[in-house]
T-cell receptor, first 110, second 116 residues
Framework: GESVGLHLPTLSVQEGDNSIINCAYS??????FIWYKQESGKGPQFIID?????DKRQGQRVTVLLNKTVKHLSLQIAATQPGDSAVYFC?????????FGAGTRLTVKP | DGGITQSPKYLFRKEGQNVTLSCEQN?????MYWYRQDPGQGLRLIYYSQIVNDFQKGDIAEGYSVSREKKESFPLTVTSAQKNPTAFYLC???????????????FGPGTRLTVT
C-alpha cells in the first residue's frame, strides 16, 4: 500500500555542520507533508510543513525541499546544534489520519 | 495554556490487568488519535475519533478500546487481550476546521506503559 518511509535510520553530524534528513513517499497524489521532531521520552513536535504546489519552504534554520518528480522530500537543518539531537519523522495526511515514516535519529557530536 | 495532556507519564501493570490511559485537550479540536510507538520504530495508529461519540479502528486496534464521551477527552484502555502492551503511547489532536490550512497534529507528552 501507500507509505511514507525514510532512507536512513541514523545520522551523525558534527556540531555546526548542516544536516540533511531524507524521506521518500509513494503516493503521487500526496499534496501535503509535515516534518516532526521527537526528543527522547517526549511527544513529536511540529517543525515545518510543505504543500505540493511548493518546491521549497524555509523556517528558522530549517528548510524543506520537495521533489515531486522522484517523490522525495528532505529536511535541512543549518548549523546543527546539540539541541537538534532527536528523531525526525516525515508525515502525510492519509484520509482521516496521518501516516508517519519510521524516523531518522539525528545525533550531534560536540 | 492550550495543549494536550496525558497522564500518567509512567505506568506499571501486571499482566492480565486492564489499564486506562488518559488524554485531555483544551484546543477545541474535533479529532483525536492514539498511537503506539515501540523502540526504534515509527508511530502506529490504534484508534481515532473525528467527533464525539464516534471512533474508528486504526491499524493495530486489537486488544485496545476507546471512548469519546466528551470533545476534550479520549481515554484508551489497554486490555488483557493485547499481547504485547509494553510501549510508549502517544495521544494527538487535530483541528477538523476546513478553514484552516494546516493538518498538523498536536501531540501529548506520552505515557510509557510497562506490563510485567
Amino acid at each position: 500500500g501507500e507509505s511514507v518511509g525514510l532512507h536512513l535510520p541514523t545520522l551523525s553530524v558534527q556540531e555546526g555542520d548542516n544536516s540533511i534528513i531524507n524521506c521518500a513517499y509513494s503516493n503521487s497524489a500526496s499534496d501535503y507533508f509535515i516534518w516532526y521532531k521527537q526528543e527522547s521520552g517526549k511527544g513529536p513536535q511540529f517543525i515545518i510543513d510543505i504543500r505540493s504546489n511548493m518546491d521549497k519552504r524555509q523556517g528558522q534554520r530549517v528548510t524543506v525541499l520537495l521533489n515531486k518528480t522522484v517523490k522525495h522530500l528532505s529536511l535541512q537543518i543549518a548549523a546543527t546544534q546539540p539541541g537538534d539531537s532527536a528523531v525526525y519523522f516525515c508525515a502525510e495526511p492519509n484520509n482521516n489520519d496521518m501516516r508517519f515514516g519510521a524516523g531518522t535519529r539525528l545525533t550531534v557530536k560536540p | 495554556d492550550g495543549g494536550i495532556t496525558q497522564s500518567p507519564k509512567y505506568l506499571f501493570r501486571k499482566e492480565g490487568q486492564n489499564v486506562t490511559l488518559s488524554c485531555e485537550q483544551n484546543l477545541n479540536h474535533d479529532a483525536m488519535y492514539w498511537y503506539r510507538q515501540d523502540p526504534g520504530q515509527g508511530l502506529r495508529l490504534i484508534y481515532y475519533s473525528q467527533i464525539v461519540n464516534d471512533f474508528q479502528k486504526g491499524d493495530i486496534a486489537e486488544g485496545y478500546s476507546v471512548s469519546r464521551e466528551k470533545k476534550e477527552s479520549f481515554p484508551l484502555t489497554v486490555t488483557s487481550a493485547q499481547k504485547n502492551p509494553t510501549a510508549f503511547y502517544l495521544c494527538a489532536s487535530q483541528s477538523r476546521d476546513r478553514g484552516t490550512s494546516s493538518y498538523e497534529q498536536y501531540f501529548g507528552p506520552g505515557t510509557r506503559l510497562t506490563v510485567t
